[in-house]
């Protein structure tokens, strides 16, 4: 069966044909980054215009890439939420107005439960892609970590699943993000830290870890605050001193070590909840998907801690792409789930596991 997924719930803008769920014939993505750069985070409008003038062209690249055409296409999979409304409601109509066009069904797919999905693709006639060679086995405990969302799901199933924790606050890609700020680094932050770090000592500094009612829910408000309070500290000023002032008066080998010293921390953080479910429930499989789970401190550490061996996706399919929704909505078809109409399929801004 073969599925393109179409994602627009962010930045990018995004489409891809996957043969059952597995064999990735294509994956085209386009994102604004670069234009939301200047403002320190996404702007929605920005983005949605973005996707408005993309998403045709990178829906007919992506059948391009497989060698498709609308014939060989069996069902359409689209991203309905969560995510920015603006953005979200492009893919939808777009996909909605493509099932009518060209007769075919339409699957709403949850951006979160689809990153998991990444980590069913096992194979691809791309080049420059490394995958895992079988597709996770079931029980699967999944540590999905983004710039929106930061949640610890056991997965029994397909479909069937429990959510053992997520965050209270702010994402950790959003702490990341918000980190990078405080020390003058461009958006997105998490791969900026992440590089600054390899020149910092992360044991320069101590940073909070949040303690939680329940243990794997998650906070990262509370370090991000941390870590501006020990700007302003190294400078010497207190909490009164604008944040936007402090990266003048960081030196650059002092940005690398806060870098590193947050990264530590924020990643321990997910990695030790993680390790706690692991032992505690006994999955057959651990997987790590979204965006942060492309950053190396993450696979360093847990590969160090866990008992079984983790099999990591490639980095270029943990942040969004339409891999990974067509690859959901292939189980969504064959199990029945979510079935859409196309006159009637809404967004769902707020839409959560
Ligand atoms: O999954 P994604 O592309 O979009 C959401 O669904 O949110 O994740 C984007 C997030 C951003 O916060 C970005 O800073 C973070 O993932 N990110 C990273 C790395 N690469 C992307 N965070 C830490 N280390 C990285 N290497
Ligand atoms: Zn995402």
């Known amino acids: 069966m073969n599925v393109i997924g179409i994602e627009t719930s962010c930045d990018e803008t995004a489409a891809s044909v996957v043969v059952d769920g597995k064999k990735m014939l294509s994956n085209v993505i386009a994102s604004s980054v670069d234009q939301h750069k200047i403002y320190g985070g996404v702007v929605p409008e920005l983005a949605a215009r973005n996707h408005i003038q993309t998403i045709i062209p990178v829906i007919e690249a992506s059948l391009g890439q497989a060698n498709f055409n609308w014939k060989d296409i069996d069902a359409i999979a689209v991203t309905y939420g969560p995510g920015l409304s603006g953005c979200l409601l492009i893919g939808v109509m777009t996909a909605r107005t493509l099932a009518l066009a060209k007769n075919l069904p339409l699957y709403g797919v949850d951006h979160v439960m689809g990153h998991m999905y990444a980590n069913f693709i096992t194979s691809t006639p791309l080049k420059n892609y490394v995958l895992p060679k079988v597709q996770p086995k079931f029980p699967i ?29 702010d994402a950790i890609g959003e702490a990341f993000d918000k980190v990078a700020k405080i020390i003058g680094l461009p958006y997105p932050g998490g791969p900026n830290i992440a590089k600054l770090a390899l020149d910092g000592d992360d044991q320069k500094y101590s940073l909070p870890k949040s303690k939680m009612e329940s243990e794997f829910d998650f906070s990262f408000s509370g370090i991000k605050t941390a870590v501006l309070r020990l700007s302003q500290e190294i400078i010497g000023e207190d909490y009164r001193f604008p944040s936007h002032k402090v990266p003048k008066r960081l030196i650059l080998s002092q940005k690398a070590d806060i870098a590193a010293s947050f990264q530590r921390v924020a990643i321990e953080t997910v990695v030790d909840k993680a390790l706690l479910a692991f032992n505690l429930y006994s999955p057959k499989t651990f997987v790590i998907a979204g965006g942060v789970a492309s950053n190396e401190e993450l696979r360093k550490q847990v590969h160090q801690k866990f008992p079984i061996k983790t099999i990591f996706i490639d980095p270029k399919l943990c942040t969004d792409n339409g891999a990974m929704i067509a690859s959901l909505g292939y189980y969504q078809a064959t199990h029945n789930i979510r079935l ?10 707020n839409l959560s596991m």
């Open 340 to 349: 859409a109409d196309p006159l009637n399929l809404s967004i769902e801004p």
């Open 141 to 169: 405990l999944a540590l999905i970590v983004s710039g929106g969302h930061s949640q610890l799901v056991l997965f029994k199933n397909h479909f069937d699943y429990q959510l053992l924790g997520q965050t209270k606050d």
